[in-house]
């Protein structure tokens, strides 16, 4: 007889008959899980695990990682090249060879009208560091455009800009085993239990051991604040002052390490005159957090053995989001806790390989960190790929937020989407439904053919994806690892890789350059690229990243492994060496709300969801448990507009409107509204995304809007329409 749980609820694991376990890595956000896929008899994957030895994750998985497996079989994939003359007309399938005909010579046809620049690339974060580096190649050594970017200036562009500015170089210096040695956390816009869940993990194992005070910096009461030791709700876009604030406590009461400020910092008097202005009265008035806190949270970071502090979208994606970088660096300066296990400066990134697209891609200027503006730097990648140096442009050509612009007063005429959905990721997409009908032509290169920007496009590429391709990633703590081949792309779809390379031999420079076939060729070549500089890969091969579950750069030629953090040596990227203490001055230059718009508009993720829900919209689980559209809203204000709980209310801006569900919740403040970006036609109608004079990202987090009630007939009814196919 059965008693107690095992008669209860007796958990019954599904019986795969597994022969084969193949290692990949995961290819959602930047955490970097290791995964293996178990194949069965017949070669099909039907189930995943997460890898016990490896580094990042020791096992665990997110909702996101353990069904990634089914997306091998979910619904809209591309399976075929699919093309048409005018948007208007249906799609006919086609051949490949057809399709990147008419692909290379719409390219051409357009370079000769308009010149080189009149055709633009955007591409992504999410393919393998290969075909980054091979698509660079391809659109700065034989296509020539410069106006070639990726999805990353809506995401990583402050954190990337930041750091350059502060230490010279772009590469984030630390990694999760900080959380392990550090005595202080301060965590600013980052949501890490929903967004990076085996981080957060990673992070609350560390803090069971040695409880660290968690501080966390958020406008919205998010699951880390609600476990956090102290929660800072700060007013939107003010970061900045707090960081000043912070800052002039440190220096005013001589809690700052200045030792170090003198051995490896510039600039530091011009940074004091100031902070000085920023004293925490002042402050407390603008960023909404009053005097004393501030001084508790300089105090206990300043004091403390080792601190860091970690970021995502909260600071990146404000009109400050640059300078919030530079500031929580210059925090991390002044008191010296940079490159010391538990002392650092760490972005955590978004997209899976967001890193190697930073790295490899060479969107921003060449590959391995070097620079367009660098003669050194452009003559050594001429050189290497056998083609003349007076072919690459001598500065870097239009961010992605600056490239829809460009099509819309006519500058750019053609363009190439890979790996991403502007139609739904960009703020003011009726802006950019506009601009997508200014193209003369327009190809999309995407897994799925359900993808929103197929709607403008005159050819589509289907692309494979995640693990039906072989490659490396980059994670958050400069760990590359590696995706395999686990099983071949559906229909006539083909790797990224491919695709790029077959492009490459339509075009005059694509006859002088290699285009390797396979990628531990083209990883090859970055090894050698890498050599002696800061991103050093070269210690590494696709063999030994997966023996070692990934391994950090950098790695040296004959180094065992990698190194976990960066900088700990206190010479910097800057010609001197140095790190520098840059002054911030803030400038208010958001929307806010007022008389006619009265609630802050905050948008961002939650667990369940990837982004424009291409992926996670397909699988079962996933879009079961946040199948529509909503916005958290303060129960006090919902009253005040006779809103109920659970129906629908429209989300009113400058720019449009989007109809919402209703969760009343005391998370957001009462003057604030927050909704996940995932749906279609919903938040971006309405946000603004003004961008920041550094990095071009869009404030996508801070807009003012006004919520009106509506019929419930008319909300179903725009909802319905709203919603994809599946
Ligand atoms: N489940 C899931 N995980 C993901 C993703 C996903 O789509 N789904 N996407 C991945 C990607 S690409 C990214 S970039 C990351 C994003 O990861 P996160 O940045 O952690 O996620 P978000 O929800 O975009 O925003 C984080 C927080 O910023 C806060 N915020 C808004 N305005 C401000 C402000 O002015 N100051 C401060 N300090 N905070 C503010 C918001 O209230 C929000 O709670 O997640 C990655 N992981
Ligand atoms: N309001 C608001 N808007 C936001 C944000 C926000 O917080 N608020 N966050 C911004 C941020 S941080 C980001 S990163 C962007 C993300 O915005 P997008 O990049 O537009 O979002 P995704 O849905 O990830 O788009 C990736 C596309 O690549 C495809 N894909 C996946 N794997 C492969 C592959 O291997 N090859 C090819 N060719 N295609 C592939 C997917 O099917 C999908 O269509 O959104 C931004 N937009
Ligand atoms: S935490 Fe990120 S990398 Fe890990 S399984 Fe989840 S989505 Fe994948
Ligand atoms: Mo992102």
Redesign the pocket.
């Known amino acids: 007889m059965l008693f107690g749980r095992a008669q209860k609820n007796p958990i019954k694991l599904p019986a795969h008959d597994i022969v084969d376990w193949k290692y990949t890595t995961c ?1 959602y956000c930047s955490t970097g899980c290791s995964i293996e896929v178990g194949l069965n008899k017949d070669g099909q994957a039907v189930t995943g695990r997460g890898v016990g030895g490896a580094d990042v994750n020791q096992g665990k998985l997110c909702i996101k990682g353990i069904f990634e497996h089914e997306l091998f079989h979910s619904a809209g994939r591309g399976t075929v090249p699919l093309m048409r003359d005018k948007t208007y007309e249906p799609y006919q399938e086609t051949n490949w060879d057809a399709a990147m005909d008419k692909t290379a010579s719409e390219i051409k046809r357009i370079q000769e009208t308009y010149g080189r620049d009149s055709f633009a690339i955007i591409s ?4 393998l560091t290969e075909e980054f580096y091979t698509l660079g190649k391809l659109a700065r050594g034989c296509i020539g455009t410069n106006n070639y970017d990726g ?1 990353t200036t ?2 990583m562009a402050s954190a990337v800009s930041g750091y350059k500015r502060s230490f010279g170089s772009d590469g984030p210096p630390g990694c999760y085993d900080d959380f392990e040695h550090t005595d202080c956390l301060i965590a600013f816009g980052s949501n890490l239990p929903e967004q990076h869940p085996v981080i957060y993990w990673r992070m609350r194992e560390a803090r069971e051991k040695r409880r660290f005070p968690l501080i966390v910096v958020d406008p919205r009461v998010t699951m880390l604040a609600q476990f956090a030791d102290m929660h800072l709700p700060i007013t939107p876009g003010t970061d900045v002052v707090l960081l000043n604030a912070l800052a002039h406590v440190i220096l005013d009461e001589g809690l700052e390490d200045r030792a170090y400020i003198d051995a490896h910092c510039s600039g530091a008097e011009e940074f004091e005159k100031l902070v000085a202005q920023y004293d925490p009265v002042t402050a407390s008035k603008i960023c909404g957090i009053d005097e004393d806190t501030i001084r508790n949270v300089a105090r206990l970071y300043a004091k403390s053995e080792s601190a860091m502090s970690i970021w995502t ?1 909260g600071i990146n ?1 404000s009109t400050h989001g640059s300078d919030g970088v530079v500031g929580i660096n210059s925090l991390n300066l002044l008191t010296g806790n940079i490159g010391k296990p538990g002392s650092t400066s760490l972005s955590i990134t ?2 899976c390989n967001a890193m190697g697209t930073r790295e490899w891609s060479s969107c921003s200027g060449l590959p391995g960190y070097r620079a367009l503006e660098k003669e050194q730097d452009r003559e050594e990648i001429a050189k290497f790929w056998g083609i003349d140096p007076e072919f690459f442009p001598k500065k870097r050509g239009l961010f992605q937020t600056d490239i829809f612009p460009a099509i819309e007063t006519g500058q750019i005429k053609g363009l190439w989407i ?5 139609m ?2 960009m ?1 003011n997409t009726a802006r950019i439904r506009k601009t997508f009908e200014r193209l003369e032509f327009c190809v999309v ?4 053919r359900d ?1 929103e920007t197929t709607e403008y496009a005159n050819v589509f590429f289907p ?4 693990a039906e ?1 072989n490659g490396v990633m980059t994670n958050t703590e400069r760990r590359v690892n590696l995706i395999s081949n686990v099983i071949d792309p559906p229909g006539q779809a083909k790797s ?1 890789l491919w695709i790029f390379n077959e492009m490459a031999k339509r075009f005059e420079n694509g006859q002088k350059i290699k285009f390797p076939e396979t990628a531990s060729d083209v990883f090859d070549e970055m090894r050698e690229l890498s050599k002696g500089r800061f991103l050093d890969i070269s210690g590494m091969t696709h063999e030994k990243i997966e023996q070692q579950r990934g391994i950090q750069w950098p790695m040296t030629e004959h180094a065992e492994t990698g190194s976990p953090r960066v900088y700990s040596d206190g010479k910097f990227n800057h010609p001197d060496g140095k790190a520098k203490l840059i002054p911030l001055p803030f400038i208010d230059n958001n929307e806010v709300p007022d008389e006619d718009y009265p609630f802050w508009l905050n ?3 939650v667990v369940e969801h ?3 829900r ?2 996670t919209g397909k699988i079962g689980n996933q879009n079961k448990y946040s199948p529509t559209p909503y916005m958290e809203m303060n129960p006090d204000s919902a009253k005040e507009l006779g809103i109920k709980h659970m129906t629908y209310a429209r989300l009113v801006s400058r720019r449009g409107d989007a109809v919402v569900l209703v969760q009343l919740t005391q998370r957001v403040p009462r003057n604030m509204v927050f909704v996940p ?1 995932h749906f279609h036609e919903c ?2 109608r309405v ?1 603004l995304g003004l961008l920041d004079p550094h990095s071009r990202q869009p404030a ?2 801070q807009c003012a809007t006004r919520i009106e009630p509506i019929s419930q007939q008319e909300a179903a009814a725009v909802i319905n329409k709203a919603a994809r196919t599946f």
């Open positions: 290819g992504t974060g999410q393919i999805n809506l995401c979208m994606q978004g997209q890979i790996g991403t959905n502007p739904t990721s703020p290169q995407d897994a799925y993808v692309a494979g994806l995640w391709k990224d948008s961002g993720r990837f982004h424009t291409t992926r970006f938040v971006n946000s996508f987090k």
